[in-house]
């Protein structure tokens, strides 16, 4: 059985209840969903979706990197918007983030996320080849 390891990284928001930012298994990394929460609480970016959709993707990049890894082995993403409308500024801090990598990716319109000013929330499963 492949060994698990919980990832925490520094500069993202603890959680707001009982999970993980990340779980390593083997080579494969898991990403907790990813939303604008403040260290204190508070959701950064009210009513600014390209606001939020950079803090996003600066916590992503943070569970990558705990993970020893970058976008480059993003495999899946998967993005929850709360408007369509929100849509391009999302996908515009993504590009600025992947740059030419594209994986597999679903962006999905919710009606709501766990808090109400949330604008965006971001996942993705990550592979990084094992050393020889």
């Known amino acids: 059985m492949m060994a ?3 990832l925490e990284p520094e500069g993202v928001t603890k959680p ?3 999970y993980s930012d990340g779980m ?3 080579p494969v990394l898991y990403s907790a969903g ?9 959701v950064v970016g009210k009513g600014n979706a390209f606001e939020q959709a950079k803090l996003v993707f600066y916590f992503l990049s943070q569970v990558l990197k705990e993970g020893g890894m970058d976008f480059s082995d993003v495999v899946r993403l998967n ?12 996908l515009k801090v993504k590009d ?6 594209q994986p597999s990716m679903s962006v999905v319109v919710i ?3 766990a808090k109400k000013d949330f604008l965006l929330e971001a996942e993705f499963t990550a592979y990084k080849k094992p050393a020889d």
């Open 4 to 6: 698990r390891k919980i």
């Open 16 to 18: 707001i209840s009982y």
């Open 24 to 26: 390593l298994v083997g």
């Open 34 to 42: 990813q939303a604008a929460l403040g260290s204190d609480g508070v």
């Open 79 to 90: 993005i929850y918007a709360m408007s369509r409308d929100d849509i391009p500024a999302i």
């Open 96 to 101: 600025e983030n992947f740059k030419n990598h």
């Open 111 to 113: 009606e709501g996320a």
